[in-house]
């Protein structure tokens, strides 16, 4: 009988992992891991909370469970490396990079040390054998495919993963819960940043990293206001600037971290949020092996975003640049872009930086981008 350790977080996704498991006759393991320490008002710290839910569920299912601390593992190479891009004025993707260092890297290697055949867990992606070559697919419900953020994942590691509810829809999964009366069958799902959850992000940032007010300008030099801190602005961002009057909405469309500038412009549509490539760098590939340049393909820039049609080259360094289709809204630098063959995730790389925007170009937005 083979052993599957499981990563339980104590959502539904991976209670329903492990459930699946044991009914298909593996030896399965509930394995919890703390990788934040953190005390709310009230003195209780959630990562506890969520471990007693694990322990519902595993006692309900009479499977043997483990709680493992990845406190420092999660700081030193989460969490700093999070903080000092932040610092560069750079926005950084912390789940893709703690599905790299921590749930595919020390989790894996813990769930091995322990007797584990198998790592699974409750993402939403797909785990396919291909004559030799482990393939990571798409999940089967487009509105929870999580393969964006595990393109990092290679093929040592991902001969030892399993996705059980990958080919499933979470409305089914949802379901199955409710039918078998898992203790957190009608848990809500968990968003955002782990570490930061519903708190305040500007509040939580202050306490790490120290930040001077700069200005609000137009790219064309007009000044409108005072921001807290250019870390705290992402590209395309909406809210949170205090910019108002007539017309249409503000949005940020560029950063000068050096002059301590944010850059705002009005309109859905305006030409500086847009550009049609950008530059990539530490790319990963899920067989392996680089693609073979110029590469014709599909990426997203951002989690969530529809699938766009592309080119790759590389150059003799290894930095990518893709080129796009059509423009791409607010391409962000330190997120990632994640290349696609069809349902296929054929890996990724950090963006350096976006090409330069039509407003730079001096071009005018063609009519039929979507937004």
């Known amino acids: 009988m083979k052993t599957v350790v499981v990563g339980m977080s104590g959502g539904v996704d991976s ?42 569920v595993c006692e309900q299912l009479e499977i043997p469970y483990y709680s493992v601390n990845f406190v420092q593992e999660y700081w030193d190479n989460v969490f700093h490396h999070f903080l000092e891009e932040f610092k560069l004025g750079h926005t950084p993707n912390p789940d893709i990079l703690c599905n790299r260092e921590i749930k595919f890297k020390v989790l894996l290697e813990k769930a ?18 291909e004559a030799g070559i482990h393939q990571l697919r798409k999940g089967a419900d487009p509105g929870k495919d999580q393969s964006y953020f595990l393109y990092t994942i290679g ?8 996705f059980p509810v990958g080919g499933m829809l979470k409305s089914n999964l949802r379901k199955i819960a409710f039918t078998q009366k898992l203790a957190t069958s009608e848990k809500k799902d968990s968003t955002g940043i782990c570490f930061i959850g519903k708190r305040n992000f500007k509040e939580f940032l202050s306490k790490y990293l120290a930040y001077t007010p700069g200005e609000f300008q137009t790219l064309d030099g007009k000044i409108l206001g005072e921001h807290e ?33 944010v850059f705002v412009e009005q309109g859905m549509r305006h030409p500086g949020l847009y550009c049609d490539e950008l530059t990539a760098f530490e790319s990963s590939w899920v067989s392996g092996t680089s693609l073979k340049t110029p590469y014709h393909c599909k990426a997203k820039v951002r989690y969530r975003q529809q ?28 997120q990632s872009v994640v290349f696609y063959d069809d349902d296929i995730c054929l ?25």
């Open 15 to 56: 209670s329903v992992t492990a459930m699946l498991l044991k009914q298909q006759g593996y030896h399965v393991i509930g394995m919890f891991m703390k990788n934040w320490e953190e005390k709310d008002a009230d003195g209780i710290c959630k990562s506890a909370l969520e471990f007693e839910d694990v322990v519902r």
């Open 112 to 129: 091995l040390e322990i007797g584990g055949d198998f790592l699974a867990t409750g993402h939403y992606c797909q785990h396919f054998d």
């Open 155 to 162: 093929q040592k590691a991902l001969s030892r993963v399993m």
């Open 229 to 261: 801190g250019v870390a705290y602005y992402t590209p395309g961002q909406r809210k949170g600037m205090g910019i108002g009057g007539p017309g249409d909405p503000w949005f940020v469309v560029g950063k000068d971290v050096e002059k301590n500038i």
């Open 307 to 334: 699938d766009q049609q592309c080119i790759v080259t590389q150059d003799e360094n290894g930095l990518l640049r893709v080129r796009f289709a059509i423009p791409q809204r607010a391409v962000t630098s330190r």
């Open 347 to 371: 890996g990724g790389a950090m963006i350096a930086a976006p090409g330069p925007s039509y407003y730079h170009q001096g071009r005018s937005l063609p009519d039929a981008v979507s937004l």
